[in-house]
């Protein structure tokens, strides 16, 4: 691809695929691309098409080789103080500044810039190039794609998911489940306030029940200390209720997560958090429709993947990073391990601490090593 991992990172960020907008435009972009080199290209479109996966196999048509996946969708920049255009790539001494630059639309980048060198290389077994949508609101695209990959029968070794981890092998992440809780009481005038159902004041129980539940994992575990967050975490993130303060207010919403260890029991998990909704409906009058209406967003599955597995093996070798890691957000590592039955690891450029966050950056030597990662990439599957 006659263009530099840099050059193309900057028409990456250019599109603004916030994941309440649409990612199609870059997609349009991208596909032509590869089409170009003779790489036929398959859409996996969301059910409204307003969002739309691509995924591609670089290589032959035999089992085995790998698939190596980015998310196009980005965080908002609402409200953040950026000190630059977040749609613009803009330089700052060794920084990359942009929107997605390190989550993840840099890993995006260099693996699309390595297609030439890989078709170049002879590819014995395939690359399975995997691009999804809405992985920030909960991987539905992904969840689509791998299983239309698995209809079609693409059977990897392994899977790279190339989140930032600055180029260090990540063998697991924490899984992750996100609730919207609605909570019904019923309105009066507040100088009755007796008399009605509050149900900010019910909301705010159900807040301090989680808070609870999370200290207790903080103190009780299980723990794992390999994370840098050694246990499962509980957090109430929005909470939205009421109109006026003269009105006792019927309606109360929050939003809440749990982001658990790969070892722990989401089911179990779940449990406690209904019994904590039971908990504060047996303390609400029996009236009407006041109650509690809990909603699961979204479900990521954590990985743990073993040291001896092919995955980490493999790709330990083609990263001058040593050693591996255990991390706490969300990836769609464990989507595709279920879907594609092979195991997964996560590695890309940047940092964590760099994303979501005002004048997001990926380091230029973040994207060199990632550019010989997809260099060895290719020469391990020629032979």
């Known amino acids: 691809m006659a263009i530099t991992t840099v ?3 900057e028409r990456l960020v250019a599109f603004d695929t916030t994941s309440r907008d649409s990612n199609v435009p870059l997609i349009d972009y991208v596909e032509p691309l590869l089409a170009e080199r003779g790489v036929t290209c398959h859409r996996v479109w969301s059910e409204d098409h307003k969002h739309v996966n691509l995924w591609a196999t670089i290589g032959p048509d035999v089992p085995g080789g790998v698939v190596v996946s980015g998310h196009t969708d ?17 330089e700052v001494g060794d920084r990359l500044l942009g929107r997605g630059t390190s989550d993840m639309k840099g890993f995006v980048a260099s693996a699309l810039v390595a297609v030439d060198r890989w078709m170049a290389m002879g590819l014995e077994r395939p690359i399975h190039l995997a691009l999804s949508y809405d992985e920030e609101v909960g991987g539905a695209g992904a969840r689509l794609m791998a299983a239309d990959m698995a209809r079609a029968g693409v059977r990897p070794q392994y899977c790279i998911i190339g989140e930032p981890s600055s180029m260090q092998v990540v063998t697991a992440n924490k899984g992750i489940e996100t609730f919207v809780a609605t909570i019904t009481g019923t309105e009066s005038h507040s100088s009755l306030a007796p008399r ?9 129980r159900m807040v301090t029940a989680l808070s609870d539940l999370a200290r207790q994992r903080a103190e ?61 409906m047996a303390m609400m009058p029996d009236e009407g429709d006041v109650g509690i209406i809990v909603e699961k967003r979204a479900d990521l599955p954590g990985i743990n ?52 966050k005002p004048d997001e950056y990926v380091e230029v030597d973040q994207l060199r090593i990632c550019d010989d990662f997809m260099t060895a990439l290719g020469e391990s599957l020629t032979s």
């Open 7 to 9: 050059e193309l990172l």
């Open 74 to 90: 980005c965080v908002p920049v609402d409200g953040q103080p950026w000190t630059t255009d977040p749609f613009v790539l803009t």
């Open 196 to 204: 009605a159902v509050n149900a900010v004041e019910y909301g705010a």
């Open 220 to 280: 009780d575990g299980p723990f794992d200390d390999e994370f840098d967050l050694p246990h499962t975490t509980i957090h109430t993130g929005v909470f939205h209720g009421g109109t006026a303060l003269n009105i006792v207010p019927r309606l109360c919403e929050l939003e809440f997560e749990y982001r658990y260890l790969p070892t722990e029991d989401a089911v179990e998990l779940r449990a406690s958090v209904d019994g904590i909704v039971a908990d504060v």
């Open 305 to 356: 993947t073993a040291l001896d597995s092919p995955a980490v093996e493999a790709t330990s070798m083609l990263t001058p990073v040593p050693g591996t890691a255990k991390v706490a957000y969300g990836t769609e590592a464990g989507l595709f391990r279920d879907a594609l039955k092979a195991p997964a690891v996560i590695c890309g450029p940047g940092a964590i601490a760099a994303a979501h």
